[in-house]
């Protein structure tokens, strides 16, 4: 049960909100939370091996197991399934495979009807999968709601609608103000646009967990806390080294993501960053009553720096995103993932929208690396002869779109021309970003002008025209 609602001196309540928290992902504390599987020791051979135990590589794994009961496929995961992204995410599972219509149309504009027919048939596989499998992952196809919290934010998003409408996607709706605080009600919000049916919400690492346990049932070897070191070609195969052992394979799928890729050509495409979220404890009934929200979508808000946030099973509200936090040097640590400027940052903005929940405690704090890349989509790819393919560059959209990943990769290791591979998404790359120190320089730039534009009507500066026109950007 939430605690009653306590008043807190003025300007005292985002911190005192966060006195309580937990520093660790909320999804990761289950108590159902399956125990790790013993490391590799030793030589493996297998038809195809799959490197990252996120949902990258359990959806490849699991759907070349469809595709092939015979094949005899092996994933080897560094630390523990589901421990990383996977885990940590929002839960926010998008048919988009192309981070928004925007982006879409900016990006592949003669293709974006066949991109959101195949990303729509994703989503729809994996809601099947989830029943298919009984993977008890608190899946709610409830869609997304983009906000306008700024008078300029409510002509774009009837811009989207209007390109949604023409695309022939009945999906959306937009939503004046007070049909939008019908359904959720904040004194910041202004418009939205309701996608109905491209967005499900679900808990991240009981997903993982399900991959997990239905890989295992269709045969599959995984290996735990067992981190690929190193890759090489190996007669007609590939070898990859692991800290006990090697694996022997014919093919090799890595979904590695924000990780350093064991192909080094790949690496300059992608930048981790890290996210970072809270989670409030449960709310009452009269806080629910005050919010509504009985339709339990997720939202985001239109701004670069823009806020998701959803209501889970069990009535939390999870809020996050807003910074955008890059290394210099682009390392992936675990001391990153706590971030408090970020946690007071969001606390006050968390009670800027939602006033009439003032005296709710956030329960849980934590961040962790995604991988971005130039044109906020993934790309994919192949090496070592067409023996390796990777698929990378998510840029929040994992959750869904790794499953489509999956496909492709199965689809270039197998040497098939589909209408995936046919795309020119997946025929083209996007542009590497520079080497440091000019990579901290240009993303250091590339937020103050982001913040800049959201606080002067969404007004672009010369930096951000020149990033759009050369089609090299930066999002979280």
Same mark, same amino acid.
């Given at each position: 049960?939430?605690?009653?609602?306590?008043?807190?001196?003025?300007?005292?309540?985002?911190?005192?909100?966060?006195?309580?928290?937990?520093?660790?992902?909320?999804?990761?504390?289950?108590?159902?939370?399956?125990?790790?599987?013993?490391?590799?020791?030793?030589?493996?051979?297998?038809?195809?091996?799959?490197?990252?135990?996120?949902?990258?590589?359990?959806?490849?794994?699991?759907?070349?197991?469809?595709?092939?009961?015979?094949?005899?496929?092996?994933?080897?995961?560094?630390?523990?399934?589901?421990?990383?992204?996977?885990?940590?995410? /929002?839960?926010?599972?998008?048919?988009?495979?192309?981070?928004?219509?925007?982006?879409?149309?900016?990006?592949?504009?003669?293709?974006?009807?066949?991109?959101?027919?195949?990303?729509?048939?994703?989503?729809?596989?994996?809601?099947?999968?989830?029943?298919?499998?009984?993977?008890?992952?608190?899946?709610?196809?409830?869609?997304?709601?983009?906000?306008?919290?700024?008078?300029?934010?409510?002509?774009?998003?009837?811009?989207?609608?209007?390109?949604?409408?023409?695309?022939?996607?009945?999906?959306?709706?937009?939503?004046?103000?007070?049909?939008?605080?019908?359904?959720?009600?904040?004194?910041?919000?202004?418009?939205?646009?309701?996608?109905?049916?491209?967005?499900?919400?679900?808990?991240?690492?009981?997903?993982?967990?399900?991959?997990?346990?239905?890989?295992?049932?269709?045969?599959?070897?995984?290996?735990?806390?067992?981190?690929?070191?190193?890759?090489?070609?190996?007669?007609? /195969?590939?070898?990859?080294?692991?800290?006990?052992?090697?694996?022997?394979?014919?093919?090799?799928?890595? /979904?590695?993501?924000?990780?350093?890729?064991?192909?080094?050509?790949?690496?300059?495409?992608?930048?981790?960053?890290?996210?970072?979220?809270?989670?409030?404890?449960?709310?009452?009934?009269?806080?629910?009553?005050?919010?509504?929200?009985?339709?339990?979508?997720?939202?985001?808000?239109?701004?670069?720096?823009? %806020?998701?946030?959803?209501?889970?099973?069990?009535?939390?509200?999870?809020?996050?995103?807003?910074?955008?936090?890059?290394?210099?040097?682009?390392?992936?640590?675990?001391?990153?993932?706590?971030?408090?400027?970020?946690?007071?940052?969001?606390?006050? %903005?968390?009670?800027?929208?939602?006033?009439?929940?003032?005296?709710?405690?956030?329960?849980?704090?934590?961040?962790?690396?995604?991988?971005?890349?130039?044109?906020?989509?993934?790309?994919?790819?192949?090496?070592?002869?067409?023996?390796?393919?990777?698929?990378?560059?998510?840029?929040?959209? /994992?959750?869904?779109?790794?499953?489509?990943?999956?496909?492709?990769?199965?689809?270039?290791?197998?040497?098939?021309?589909?209408?995936?591979?046919?795309?020119?998404?997946?025929?083209?790359?996007?542009?590497?970003?520079?080497?440091?120190?000019?990579?901290?320089?240009?993303?250091?730039?590339?937020?103050?002008?982001?913040?800049?534009?959201?606080?002067?009507?969404?007004?672009?500066?010369?930096?951000?025209?020149?990033?759009?026109?050369?089609?090299?950007?930066?999002?979280?």
């Amino acid at each position: 049960m939430a605690r009653a609602a306590m008043p807190y001196p003025s300007g005292a309540s985002p911190i005192r909100a966060l006195s309580d928290t937990a520093p660790t992902p909320f999804w990761l504390e289950d108590p159902d939370r399956p125990a790790a599987l013993p490391a590799l020791v030793g030589d493996e051979t297998c038809d195809l091996l799959v490197v990252g135990g996120g949902y990258s590589g359990l959806w490849t794994a699991l759907i070349a197991k469809e595709r092939d009961p015979q094949c005899d496929v092996v994933l080897v995961e560094g630390a523990e399934i589901g421990w990383a992204a996977s885990g940590r995410n /929002g839960g926010f599972c998008a048919a988009s495979l192309t981070h928004g219509l925007g982006n879409g149309l900016a990006r592949w504009p003669h293709e974006l009807a066949i991109l959101e027919r195949l990303g729509m048939r994703n989503l729809d596989a994996i809601e099947d999968a989830v029943a298919r499998y009984g993977i008890d992952c608190a899946f709610e196809r409830t869609g997304e709601i983009d906000i306008a919290t700024e008078p300029h934010q409510v002509a774009e998003l009837k811009e989207t609608a209007e390109d949604a409408a023409r695309l022939g996607l009945d999906r959306h709706r937009f939503l004046d103000r007070d049909e939008l605080r019908a359904e959720v009600d904040s004194p910041t919000f202004l418009a939205g646009l309701w996608d109905r049916d491209g967005v499900a919400m679900l808990n991240p690492a009981r997903l993982a967990w399900g991959l997990k346990r239905a890989c295992l049932d269709l045969g599959v070897r995984v290996y735990e806390r067992t981190r690929a070191t190193a890759l090489a070609s190996e007669g007609l /195969g590939m070898a990859v080294r692991t800290p006990y052992g090697r694996v022997f394979a014919r093919r090799v799928a890595l /979904g590695t993501n924000a990780f350093p890729s064991l192909v080094r050509r790949i690496r300059p495409y992608i930048v981790p960053v890290y996210d970072h979220a809270l989670m409030t404890e449960p709310l009452s009934d009269d806080q629910l009553a005050a919010i509504g929200w009985r339709n339990r979508q997720g939202l985001s808000d239109s701004n670069n720096h823009f %806020h998701y946030f959803r209501i889970t099973a069990d009535n939390r509200i999870l809020w996050g995103g807003y910074d955008i936090v890059y290394r210099y040097g682009g390392g992936v640590r675990a001391e990153y993932d706590q971030h408090p400027a970020t946690y007071e940052k969001l606390a006050r %903005h968390f009670f800027r929208c939602f006033p009439q929940l003032e005296g709710l405690r956030f329960s849980h704090s934590w961040g962790g690396a995604i991988d971005t890349c130039a044109r906020f989509a993934a790309f994919f790819g192949t090496a070592h002869a067409g023996r390796v393919a990777y698929a990378a560059g998510y840029t929040g959209l /994992g959750v869904g779109a790794t499953r489509f990943g999956a496909e492709v990769m199965l689809d270039l290791l197998g040497g098939e021309r589909t209408e995936r591979t046919a795309l020119e998404m997946v025929r083209t790359k996007p542009l590497p970003f520079p080497p440091e120190p000019l990579r901290w320089a240009g993303i250091g730039l590339t937020q103050w002008s982001m913040t800049r534009a959201d606080r002067h009507g969404g007004r672009r500066n010369l930096w951000l025209k020149a990033m759009d026109k050369i089609g090299l950007g930066f999002d979280s």
